[in-house]
C-alpha cells in the first residue's frame, strides 16, 4: 500500500485508489477553483470514549464533490495538493470550515465535544498557522479546546524544531494535539515524549491485523501502557469489529473510531449523532 511508504511519497500505482492520467491531471487542474468555489465538504466522524461510548470527539475529514467524478476521496487529492503548492488553500479552507461547522453547532446547542482536523507537514511548517487559527477562533467565539490538531508523525522531520516551534504555539494557545497514525512511520514513544502531544492514534494498520496475530496485540496493548505513562489518550483508528473493541477496551485504550461505530457522515447526520451522545455497538 502507497501509504506505508510513508506521507509526502505516494506511488501512482493504483488507478482505482490514485488517479492517474487524465483524471488526475483533471484534478490537479480544477482543484485551484474546487477550493475557492465550494466544492469541498467536511465529512465528520465520532470518536467514542470505550469507559461510556460516549462521543467524546469528532473528525473533520475533507471530500471533494465534483461535478463529474462525484464524492472524490482524500487520498486522491490531498497528495495532488501537496505536490502541487495547494495544500495552504486547502489547508486554510479545512481550518475555516471546521472552525464555522464547530460555531454552527455549539450555537444548535449539540454535546460540546472537540472537532479535530488534520494538518499536512507544510501547513505546520508555514510559521503563521498558530496565528491564523487564533484568529479564526475569536472570530468564530470559539476557545482552542473546541478544535483539535492531527498531525502525522511526517510532520516530525527534520528540521524538527519548525514543527517544535508550532506545536509549542499551538500548545500556549491551549489547542490540543493529536500524533495521527502512530507506529505506521518511524518515530518511538521515546523522541516525541518531550513533545506537547496530548493524545496518540494507533493506526489502523495494527487495529486490522488485531484479531488474527497476537504479536499485534502485544504491540497495541504495550503502546497504550508506555501512552498512558507519558500522560497521552490512545485512540484506536480503524475500528471495524466488535472483537477488535473488545480488544482495545481490555487493553485500556481510551477512545476508539471506525466503521463499526460510524463511518464518516455529512454535516446533517453528524449533529444527528451528537444528539444521542452515546454510540451503542450496532
Ligand atoms: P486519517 O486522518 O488517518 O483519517 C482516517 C481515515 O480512515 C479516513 O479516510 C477515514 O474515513 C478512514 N476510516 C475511518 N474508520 C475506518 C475503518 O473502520 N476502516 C477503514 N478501512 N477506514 C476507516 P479518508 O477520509 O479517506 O482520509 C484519508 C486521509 O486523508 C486521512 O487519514 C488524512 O490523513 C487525510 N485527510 C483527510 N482530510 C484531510 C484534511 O482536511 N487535510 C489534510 N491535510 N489531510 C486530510
Ligand atoms: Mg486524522
Ligand atoms: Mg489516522
Ligand atoms: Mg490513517
Redesign the pocket.
Known sequence: QSKRAGRGRYTFYDAALNPAGPKRYALERQLPRAIQDGELVL?F?PKVQLSDMRIVGM?????WQHPEFGLV???DF?PIAEQASL?GA??DW?MQACCAQQAAWRAAGLAPVPLA????PQ?LRDPSLPSRLGKLLRQHGLSATDIEI?I?ESCLVEPVEVAVKALSELERMGVHIAL??FGSGFSSLGQIRQLPIHKL?ID?SFVNDLRSNSDVGVIVTSIITLAHNLSMRVVA????LMDQLVYLKTAACDEV????LS??VAAEDAAKLMQHTHLRPP
Open positions: 465529512h466522524q473528525e473533520a475529514l475533507v471530500r476521496f482524500p487520498g490531498i495544500i486547502l489547508g479545512v482536523f488534520n494538518v499536512s501547513q492531527e502525522t495521527d497514525d492514534k489502523r483508528e480503524g475500528v471495524e473510531q471506525g466503521y463499526f463511518r464518516p
